[in-house]
């Protein structure tokens, strides 16, 4: 059941990050990177992973996908061109080679190397990951809070500028 | 106080004065800085030739001073000291070049006082009276070299000073100054070379040590020899002998107290001094002295023949210069080394007189200086016409003035080692007292030929230049007094050099010198008095007598005449043979292999920058994904050389 | 259980999916959900290693890794509303600012 549960949401996770990256409309890219969080999030669930499994639907998908909404439709893009492949044939073929290349010699390494047998039957609950969050990691986790406000304070000091005279540096840029 | 440790410093203070404020000092404030810059020196050299006669008076063997000023380059086992050697040879040698030059800076101020470029011109003098200083007093082949090149440069300076003038109608004074370079520097090279070949045999190119090692551990024959041919090619660079003499002439291009300091008095002996410096490597090898005799000897009959030709006031003394050098290099090559330097002191003062009193004739004249267009000038001019004649007298080699002592203590020394040398030497003498003579009576005896409107300024110079005309015609008449011959008296200076040339007597072969029987030295003397009388009544005879007749100047006359009118084509052959295969080859390498192999490999290089630039170019396109993807692609790499070092 | 292995494929293919979306597509947007998604793979290597390992610390860094997510989408639009303003356009193909 569970195995069955994982290639369904791996084929679901797949398949949406596939569209997210070929759709034309935005809106349609994002409404896709929406599904394929709800896949990973499933995959965190089969893996007791039920914290992240929460906060990747309630943070990610709800709150910074609806972010990447707001902004695409606050500036009205048109559906941009998607052969927006970069602008030669060799950088496509150099493309196709890197990834290529890289894809067969990882997988063939990942095959290899991990140990399947050893399953730790680990379950992440919110009080386990609060217990390291608010103990071990009490710092990085402050830390975090005051970069989340300088990003909050940053976003609004850029985005609001209307500039009505541009400044000069801007001007010559 | 004792300056002379400071000796070089006044004309270098001179010289920065002059270089810096010389065009605000005025003509007279410029040549008196110069002058006095001078004059210090020479009180120097006094206090430096008082202090080393005691020291020679005591007799210890060692008289010399050292003033070491700084260590210059110490590289390995290699070290050369700034240090000056104030020795008797070199004593005599700034004596002479201090006393005559700073009358020749005096001199100059009259000379030059219609010149716009004055300051410039006293710069110069100073520059070369400080790397003369430097050559002289210099105790080591390297100081010694770098005032060699360093009173090249000046004599390049100078007779080019008027730069945009021409000398003869085929050649600018720029060209002679060239030309005097380029043929100073084939004598360089070799001299250079000697440097060289000393320094690898002898570890050093200090004097005493070089000296020392050279006497007692002899390199093989071969090396002291080409050691000495190549210091001597040196030599007759610098002081134009066969066959390396063709650029003095030219020099006259440079003003005419140029002429007399650097081209009579002082630099052109530098050669004279280097051979005498070095005896000690000329005595070990007999065969190069007796190469050093002949060529002077050569020298010294080629250039009186060719002098007895031309009709150039200063052409005339300038191959003078090379016949009388002639006879230094003879006195030397006969291992008359104090003799020769002796020659050096007495040529010093009554050719530099004769120089300044023809500069005193062609200032007066507005620039003439053809003999042709001169004549009857001895009532206009009689102070430069009076010491004029004191010095023809003195060259002539007329008893009681300096030029005879000289001349007749190298005859001797000719004489009792190679006849036939001797017998160039006389006939030589015979042909410098016609010449001379031929010149004095040209000049400022017979009817006036002088174009009238020069005739209308004609004027004795000013005080000036005629007070160290008189200075130099009293040396001239009592500088022989200091090195009278055995049978006369004392010999002054002979006495003091002796401690320098102590070390020959220990030479094989070089004892002291047999001096010739009383009788002989008389019979030696009346001859070149016969022979001085002789070119005296030839000159009479031939140019005094048919002085005012048509046909004097005659282009015609036989094909021997116009072989030495055209200085035996010397000029020519060299220009033929050495001058155009040169400038050929330089064509050659100028148009083949400059710019066909030379800028093809160079601009082949430069277009693979430029594409190799090119290339790189394309990866920084401004693009933030393309150089994402490079970014990819090295980690793609990283990752693939883990995998593969892993597998 | 399934195969943790096919789980580390799977993130493999998302970051490649991910590393494909920013090289290859003009819209600045576009560009930006591919990173997230190149970040989400990363997230899910570390689940699984969490889970192999019976460590919580992957899980924890999970965390982390969101929180700055949030934050560099934040100022990451804000960058693109900015630039838009300015150009009226978002491709960056047509921005070549770097080389000025």
């Known amino acids: 059941m569970e195995t069955v549960l994982f290639y369904l949401f791996a084929a679901l996770t797949l398949a949406s990050g596939l569209m997210v990256i070929t759709r034309r409309n935005p809106v349609a890219s994002a409404l896709y990177l929406v599904l394929c969080f709800f896949g990973l999030a499933g995959i965190y669930v089969l893996m007791d992973a039920y914290f992240l499994a929460a906060i990747q639907i309630a943070v990610y998908a709800g709150a910074i996908m609806v972010l990447f909404l707001f902004v695409i439709m606050l500036l009205r893009l048109e559906p941009t061109e998607l052969p927006s492949f970069m602008n030669s044939w060799s950088k496509r073929l150099y493309v196709a080679v890197t990834l290529v290349l890289g894809g067969v010699f990882l997988g063939l390494d990942l095959m290899r190397t991990v140990n399947t047998g050893a399953d730790s039957a680990l379950t992440g609950e919110a009080g386990a990951i609060a217990d390291r969050l608010f103990n071990r990691y009490l710092l990085p986790f402050e830390v975090t809070a005051l970069l989340l406000l300088v990003a909050i304070v940053g976003a609004v000091v850029m985005a609001r500028r209307e500039s009505p005279k541009p400044t000069a540096s801007m001007e010559e840029v | 106080m004792d300056l002379y440790p400071l000796i070089l410093a006044f004309p270098l203070i001179g010289l920065l004065i002059n270089a810096v404020l010389g065009r605000r000092l005025g003509v007279r404030g410029s040549g008196a800085v110069a002058s006095v810059a001078v004059l210090l020196s020479f009180v120097g050299a006094i206090q430096a030739f008082i202090k080393v006669r005691h020291l020679v008076a005591l007799g210890d063997g060692e008289a010399r001073l050292v003033v070491r000023l700084w260590e210059w380059i110490h590289v390995g086992g290699f070290s050369a000291d700034l240090s000056l050697l104030f020795d008797p040879l070199s004593v005599v040698m700034i004596l002479v070049v201090t006393g005559v030059g700073f009358l020749i800076h005096v001199y100059s101020i009259g000379y030059m006082s219609h010149d716009r470029d004055y300051a410039r011109f006293f710069v110069y003098l100073n520059l070369f009276m400080l790397a003369m200083l430097l050559l002289v007093l210099g105790d080591n082949y390297l100081v010694l070299f770098v005032g060699w090149e360093g009173v090249g440069l000046c004599s390049y300076l100078l007779i080019g000073f008027w730069y945009d003038r021409m000398f003869t109608t085929k050649m600018s004074n720029a060209a002679a100054g060239k030309k005097a370079f380029i043929v100073n520097r084939v004598g360089d090279f070799g001299f250079l070379l000697a440097l060289f070949l000393i320094f690898t045999n002898f570890h050093s190119l200090n004097f005493d040590t070089v000296f020392a090692a050279a006497a007692h551990h002899p390199a093989a024959t071969g090396v002291m020899t080409a050691i000495g041919l190549l210091l001597l090619l040196g030599a007759t660079g610098k002081s134009a002998q066969l066959p390396l003499f063709v650029w003095l002439p030219d020099a006259m291009a440079g003003p005419t107290p140029v002429s007399a300091l650097i081209h009579a008095a002082t630099m052109v002996t530098a ?3 280097m051979v005498a410096r070095s005896h000690i490597l000329y005595a070990l090898t007999p065969d190069v002295l007796t190469v050093v005799a002949w060529v002077g000897g050569l020298t010294a009959i080629f250039a009186a023949t060719i002098a007895c030709t031309q009709n150039d006031i200063k052409k005339v003394l300038a191959y003078s210069t090379v016949s009388q050098l002639g006879y230094m290099f003879l006195g030397l090559g006969c291992a008359a080394f104090g003799g020769g330097v002796f020659h050096v002191v007495t040529h010093a003062f009554f050719k530099a007189l004769l120089f300044l009193g023809a500069g005193s004739v062609i200032h007066a004249m507005s620039d003439e200086q053809d003999i042709r267009r001169m004549g009857g000038l001895r009532h206009k001019l009689p102070l430069t016409f009076a010491t004029f004649l004191i010095a023809t007298l003195a060259i002539a080699g007329l008893p009681g003035f300096s030029g005879f002592f000289s001349k007749d203590e190298i005859l ?25 003579f031929r010149l004095m009576f040209l000049t400022f005896f017979g009817k006036s030929r002088v174009e009238p409107e020069r005739a209308a300024k004609l004027k004795e110079s000013p005080p000036v230049m005629t007070v160290p005309l008189l200075i130099l015609a009293l040396l001239s008449i009592v500088g022989g007094l200091i090195g009278l011959p055995p049978v006369l008296g004392r010999h002054l200076l002979g006495g003091f050099l002796a401690p320098v040339f102590e070390g020959l007597h220990h030479i094989e072969g070089f004892g002291h010198a047999e001096h010739l029987s009383a009788s002989k030295e008389w019979l030696l003397m009346g001859i070149s ?63 083949v292999v400059d710019e066909l192999v030379i800028d093809l490999a160079v601009n082949f290089s430069g277009l693979g920058v430029r594409l190799g630039g090119e290339l790189m170019r394309l990866f920084q396109n401004g693009r933030i994904q393309s150089y994402a993807f490079f970014m990819v692609l090295g980690l793609v790499m990283l990752l693939i050389r883990v995998l593969v070092q892993q597998g | 259980m399934f195969d943790y292995n096919h789980a580390l494929i799977l993130a493999f293919m998302l970051f490649t999916l991910g590393t494909a979306g920013v090289l290859l597509r003009r819209s600045a947007l576009v560009v930006f959900m591919s990173i997230e998604l190149m970040l989400n793979a990363v997230n899910l290597v570390l689940v699984v290693f969490s889970r192999l390992r019976g460590d919580l610390d992957g899980q924890v860094i999970c965390f982390f890794i ?20 300015r150009k009226k356009h978002v491709d960056l193909d047509r921005a070549s600012l770097l080389r000025s």
């Open chain 2, 271 to 273: 050669g004279v001094y």
């Open chain 2, 529 to 591: 008095t016969v022979a001085a009388l002789g070119g005296f009544l030839l000159a009479w005879t031939r140019v005094h007598k048919v002085g005012d007749k048509e046909g004097l100047f005659a282009k015609s006359r036989n094909g021997f005449y116009r072989l030495l009118e055209d200085k035996y084509r010397v000029d020519e052959v060299y220009d033929l043979l050495i001058v155009r295969p040169l400038s050929k080859l330089a064509r050659f390498c100028w148009r």
């Open chain 3, 66 to 85: 969101m929180a700055v997510a949030a934050a560099e989408a934040a100022v990451g639009l804000a960058i693109i509303i900015a630039f838009f303003k």
């Open chain 2, 412 to 436: 001797a020394a000719a004489f009792s080692r190679q006849p036939a040398l001797w017998g160039l030497g006389v006939v030589t003498a015979g042909l410098t007292s016609f010449y001379m």
